[in-house]
């Protein structure tokens, strides 16, 4: 196939017209470095050409996926950018709040962050290395790292618990991480829904849409999600597949790290007992089973999160009332059951934007290209 004939394939299966040309001067410029380097090697023009376009793989399949990868998304940035904004300025009041109540308060919490961040991305760049350059089995990783990581916090949880004692609780930090929106929490209903939360509660919503819009609307954006989608056409497009692996892991792992220490200092109330990791392993896997539900969307995931979380507590509200005991350890199964059921449903109509990365949990080896 010439050239200009895979070029126009190539174009005929992207449908929106604003990167279509974007695209297809990416892929010429990248067929005529191949070709030129195939000539250098002795390779007549011709020659040259028609190898320096079947490397491309071919131009429908390649079409698909970065239409797939580019395709208009829903026009709602406005809202997006309104909810976060409207998100930006109750986290400053707090912070400001909690500064001026008590600066000692404030900078545990601080290192609190900082540290669950940081080793959040350390497990995430073991994993990465691992996985992306060592090309090891990505779910056996992930499951060995789990398990690990679950031995690691009971023993850092119970190597700070006083001796004899089964509790400890970090006071300073968790007074930042429980207090409420200053003067609007006590805005009756609507206090209650919006404004009775911790200053990172705000944090995870902004940060979800950020993280769309940073994924729908940047170029390094679609550029990681033609990694996930397809590495090997993205990495004929020029773009550095290992690269983006290490990034997006490696700040996801961070963030997800975020999700720890909000457990321990919010959620628990700055308490970690001796049975705190179970818990913490429980909750890991139900955001795994909420990454599913949400089908790899981050503004779905914060409506998830609230479903998810009222199905979790449901047990402490469902006996009441219906009038029957329901035992705990079934009840608390719902999120999971609710997910399961999902999924049957959206399998039979699954849209091909909803469905997860192609390459999802498997490893690119760049030879087979």
């Known amino acids: 196939m010439k050239e200009r004939e895979y070029l126009k394939e190539l174009g005929k299966k992207i449908t929106d017209s604003s990167v ?3 695209i297809v001067n990416e892929y010429e410029a990248h067929i005529e470095d191949c070709k030129a380097a195939l000539m250098e090697s002795g390779m007549t023009e011709v020659e040259a050409e028609e190898e320096a376009v079947r490397q491309m793989g071919d131009p429908q399949e390649a079409g698909e996926a970065m239409d797939k990868i580019y395709h208009k998304v829903f026009d709602s940035n406005m809202f ?18 909690l500064i001026a109540r008590d600066p000692n308060a404030f900078l545990c919490a601080i290192i609190a962050v900082g540290v669950a961040f940081i ?21 056996v990783v992930g499951l060995t790292l789990t ?73 390094a954006g679609l550029n990681l999600r033609a990694v996930g989608e397809n590495p090997a056409t ?30 321990v200092l919010d959620y628990g109330n700055g308490t970690w007992a001796t049975a705190s990791g179970d818990a913490i392993e429980a909750l890991a896997w139900l955001s795994v089973a909420l990454v599913i539900f949400v089908r790899w969307n981050t503004i779905r995931a914060i409506w998830g999160s609230y479903l998810f979380g009222l199905c ?14 329901i035992n705990t350890e079934l009840a608390q199964m719902l999120p999971y059951i609710v997910t399961i059921i999902i999924l049957i449903v959206g399998c039979t109509r699954m849209k091909q934007e909803n469905r997860g990365p192609a390459y999802l949990g498997r490893s690119y080896f760049r ?3």
């Not at 080793?119 to 779910?139: D, P, R, S």
């Not at 507590?313 to 009038?323: F, H, M, Q, R």
């Open 80 to 97: 997006l950018w309104m909810l976060a904004l409207g998100c930006v300025p109750i986290v400053c009041v707090c912070i400001s709040y």
């Open 312 to 325: 979790y507590w449901a047990y402490n509200y469902v006996p009441t009332l219906i009038g029957i005991k």
């Open 20 to 22: 279509r040309k974007e």
């Open 367 to 369: 030879e087979d290209r």
């Open 119 to 139: 080793a959040g991305a350390i497990a995430g760049a073991v994993y990465t290395f691992l996985t992306a350059t060592l090309l090891v089995n990505q779910n």
């Open 234 to 263: 993205a990495d004929a497009a020029g773009i550095n597949v290992t690269k983006y692996k290490y990034i997006a892991i490696i700040v996801g792992s961070g963030i997800t790290g975020l999700g720890g220490v909000l457990y």
């Open 147 to 219: 398990i690990f990581g679950v031995g690691v916090g009971k023993f850092f949880g119970t190597y700070v618990i006083p001796e004899g004692a089964v509790t400890t609780k970090a006071l300073f930090a968790n007074k930042v991480f429980i207090a409420k929106v200053p003067v609007l929490h006590k805005l009756g209903v609507i206090g209650d829904l919006f404004f009775s939360y911790g200053f990172m509660v705000y944090v995870a919503i902004i940060v979800a849409i950020i993280l769309h819009l940073f994924l729908t609307r940047s170029r």
